[in-house]
């Protein structure tokens, strides 16, 4: 059974950065693709960022495009999400989860294909 548990969230000022990390069991990084989802007040769950099982495709939303980053690191089994540049519309909660299947990356921007989610960890932005 995987399990992700999400860590680094907090507040933030305005072009700020803040490092995201996704603790998982069960040698998930590496064997299953995995990306960052987030979630607005008042708005739906929206794809952020995704990183395939070969550790080393990415795709991104536009909206984050050049601010973050996906990264994993195999020893410790867990998936990063390094954010720059923050802005206030960055504000939410930030989910992790892994994708049971593979499939690339176009496919895996819906929130559907993931089968295994964190908790979730709250991101504020301050102007």
Known sequence: QVQLVESGGGLVQAGG???LS?????????SYPMGWFRQAPGKER????V???????????????????ISGEYAKDTLYLQMNSLKPE?????????ASGSSGTDYLK????YNYWGQGTQVTVSS
Request: with cysteine; proline share 0%.
């Open 17 to 19: 950065s803040l490092r």
């Open 22 to 30: 996704c603790a998982a069991s069960g040698r998930t990084f590496g």
């Open 46 to 49: 929206e794809f952020v960022a």
């Open 51 to 69: 990183i395939l099982s070969n550790g080393v495709t990415t795709s991104y939303a536009e909206s984050v495009k050049g601010r973050f980053a």
């Open 90 to 98: 960055d504000t939410g909660v930030y989910y992790c989860a892994a």
């Open 110 to 113: 819906d929130e559907e294909r």
